[in-house]
């Protein structure tokens, strides 16, 4: 089944889903893997796993250092792949997507990556500097591989543009709920749902809103506007100041029964 097939949240009079996040190999692998345990068990659907970049420019800093920590202590993409193959395997009732930057897609070989991600059972790729119209071998070995390229909007994202990145995004479209990097708090109002009607009015796909959801006020905000509620940064500071129990009951909060 096509990962746009799998989301039924939203508008669909569904409870909106719940995409989480995690950099692997930060704090360690083992970690990284009782969180994706919670994940399943909160009742999460997507999980995005993130391949370390030293330079992650739409990452704030608490992203930005767990990057370079993973790096640090050797975090590897071989290592990475070798993780999801096994989570995807472990945990068939979640759907895996990637976030990384092109550098590492580069290094390891574009349509040899995704191949490989498409062999392990990785549904989707976040690529935040792999725009479409200059990365056509991406895009390519993305249909040719069955691997979903989700491609970014933001508030300052032009109609006309829109339209292109909803024609050529795959999955859903993520959007950017505010222009800057991940971990800052988002107002959640007018104008962030002025964006996703406006969004919603051009988008050929589900749409997917992330950057600053931290409570399950942001989330119950997004119900019945956006397919998807991203979670990334919060859950690494919970689990930073309150461990693997502060992270269950945080999901508690989040996730709609």
Do not use: W
């Not at 391949?51 to 975090?75: K, M, R």
């Not at 490989?116 to 056509?136: F, H, K, M, N």
């Not at 399950?216 to 991203?230: N, P, T, Y």
């Amino acid at each position: 089944m096509r990962l746009a097939e799998q989301i039924t949240g939203g508008p669909s009079g569904q409870p909106i889903q719940i995409m989480t996040h995690q950099i692997l190999g930060y704090p360690d692998f083992d970690t990284n893997y009782e969180m994706i345990r919670l994940f399943q068990e909160s009742g999460a659907r997507l999980v995005e796993l993130q391949l370390p970049f030293s330079e992650p420019i739409a990452d704030g800093p608490v992203f930005l250092h767990a990057n370079q920590a993973s790096l640090a202590s050797g975090t590897t993409t071989k290592q990475c792949l070798e993780f999801a193959e096994r989570v995807v395997t472990d945990f068939p009732g979640l759907s895996f997507l990637f976030m990384t930057y092109y550098n590492v897609v580069i290094q390891y070989g574009i349509e040899e990556f995704v191949k490989a991600c498409a062999a392990i059972g990785i549904q989707g790729l976040i690529v935040p500097d792999a725009y479409p119209e200059e990365s056509q071998e991406f895009m390519e070995a993305c249909r040719k591989h069955t691997v979903e390229p989700i491609l970014i909007v933001t508030p300052y994202t032009s109609s006309e543009r829109l339209a292109y990145l909803s024609a050529e995004t795959g999955g859903f479209l993520y959007c950017a709920a505010r222009k800057g990097v991940t971990g800052t708090k988002t107002s959640f109002g007018k104008e962030t749902e002025a964006f996703i009607t406006r969004v919603r009015s051009i988008a050929k796909t589900p749409i997917a809103v992330g950057f600053g959801i931290q409570s399950g006020q942001d989330v119950r905000f997004l119900e019945g506007k956006s397919d998807i509620a991203i979670i990334g940064t919060q859950l690494l500071t919970v689990l930073e100041q309150e461990g693997l129990s502060g992270v269950r009951r945080f999901l508690k909060t989040i996730i709609p029964a």
